[in-house]
């Protein structure tokens, strides 16, 4: 656990680095403009969930009982009818954004700790900065982007969308990972 007590400053700023860099994409830019779209009839949808007592919670349509079921020839004309998609659906009382920022940031924390993981391990007290950098920024890649390709794979993201996505984790990487090079114990850049 010693790169937790070397590597704390470096850890915090990059969390706070890329909180700020993401909440600029995401609220004082149009570049996530149009990630979502708005049905058309949604009053009507939005009731016909209500009055089904629709529940928070994951969801695919169709949806088969089994692995087996999705073969059948009813789920499979279901198939072809559409719309085919997943939904998300949140407890209602309006969207916490204050909760789902304080998430963001513990989990751009959690980033930053597993690349000063991977990072002390890989480097250990390195005087090269692009060394640090190199190893920094592939860790926080996997932690920022990565895991955006499941959604266009298995969800039917747009490939624009999850395109979008992966440049912000590139971003909110490059961020880290310059963080990491410039703060890491025995860097020459720090003086």
């Not at 937790?4 to 600029?24: C, D, G, K, N």
């Not at 004082?28 to 949808?45: G, L, N, R, V």
């Not at 920022?101 to 692009?130: H, K, P, R």
């Not at 996997?142 to 979008?164: A, E, P």
């Amino acid at each position: 656990m010693q790169f937790l007590t070397e590597l704390w400053l470096p850890i915090l700023l990059a969390a706070v680095l890329v909180f700020i860099a993401s909440s600029i994409l995401h609220m004082a830019t149009p570049w996530h403009k149009s990630d979502m779209k708005k049905m058309k009839c949604e009053d009507a949808i939005l009731d016909a969930m209500r009055s089904n007592g629709l529940q928070p919670g994951a969801y695919m349509f169709p949806c088969a009982e089994s692995m087996s079921a999705m073969g059948s020839p009813e789920i499979q004309e279901k198939m072809k009818r559409g719309p085919v998609g997943w939904l998300t659906v949140r407890p209602g009382g309006g969207f916490n954004l204050g909760a789902s920022l304080g998430g963001w940031f513990v989990y751009c924390l959690i980033v930053g700790v597993l690349v000063a993981y991977v990072g002390w391990y890989s480097v250990g007290a390195s005087d090269d900065y692009l060394k640090v950098f190199r190893i920094a920024g592939a860790a926080a890649v996997l932690g920022y982007c990565v895991g955006y390709f499941q959604d266009s794979i298995w969800k039917g993201q747009s490939w624009g969308t999850t395109g979008k996505f992966i440049i912000d984790g590139v971003i909110y990487a490059l961020l880290t990972a310059g963080t990491f090079g410039w703060l890491w114990p025995g860097s020459t850049v720090t003086g």
